[in-house]
Antibody
């Protein structure tokens, strides 16, 4: 059974970057795709991008092109999402999820706070 | 870009009642790629329905999905206290990528 465990809360200054990790277990890492979704306080869900097997090819939502980088480390079965040029509007909970043309297993979420 | 519009925004019901939540897409889509999620405060979303009508693993049979084309429905046949939450519909699109509806809050 696949499980996803994300890194902890981050507090960042505007203009900086944040890198969130998502460690996977219980499945075949290299055959799974993983998406990232964020949720601003009191708001809905926003898809950010996905990393696809077998060559860990990333695809990004238009809104995040140029600012987001999704990578995967097969040796540790961990997926990463890095968001740069942070603004206060990037304050949100960031989720990773296994992507099988639906998001069936989710991490617990990582809170990112952007504040000066 | 396909837009998903959920209605109502908020619905107030009581345990034991039936809930009917709507998701309308701005153009006709394949039901294969339409999913529903439940989210409770402070928790990650949970997959309820995929392929418009298939229940995800462990989802009680009081949850059902239906629809095709541009109109999709999530029905909860008899509300339990734990069903009060926010529900999102979601479409898997080309490129790849996902679009979410804005959510329906189901409250007591």
């Amino acid at each position: 059974q696949v499980q996803l465990v994300q890194s902890g809360t981050e507090v960042k200054k505007p203009g900086s970057s944040v890198k969130v990790s998502c460690k996977t277990s219980g499945g075949t890492f290299s055959s799974n795709a993983f998406s990232w979704v964020r949720q601003a306080p009191g708001q809905g869900l926003e898809w950010m991008g996905v990393i696809l097997p077998p060559f860990a090819t990333p695809h990004y939502a238009q809104n995040f092109q140029g600012r987001v980088t999704i990578t995967a480390d097969g040796s540790t079965s961990t997926v990463y999402m890095e968001l740069s040029s942070l603004k206060s509007a990037d304050t949100a909970v960031y989720y990773c999820a296994r992507d099988i043309v639906r998001l069936d297993v989710w991490g617990q979420g990582t809170t990112v706070i952007v504040s000066s | 870009e396909i837009v998903l519009t959920q209605s109502p925004g908020t619905v107030s019901l009581s345990p034991g009642e039936r809930a009917t939540l709507s998701c309308r897409t701005s153009q006709s889509v394949s039901s294969t790629y339409l999913a529903w999620y439940q989210q409770k405060p402070g928790q990650a979303p949970r997959l309820l329905i995929y392929g418009a009508s298939s229940r995800a693993t462990g989802i009680p049979d009081r949850f059902s999905g239906s629809g095709s084309g541009t109109d999709f429905t999530l029905t909860i046949s008899r509300l339990e206290p734990e069903d009060f939450a926010v529900y999102y519909c979601q479409l898997y699109g080309s490129s790849p990528g996902y679009t979410f509806g804005q959510g329906t809050k189901l409250e007591i």
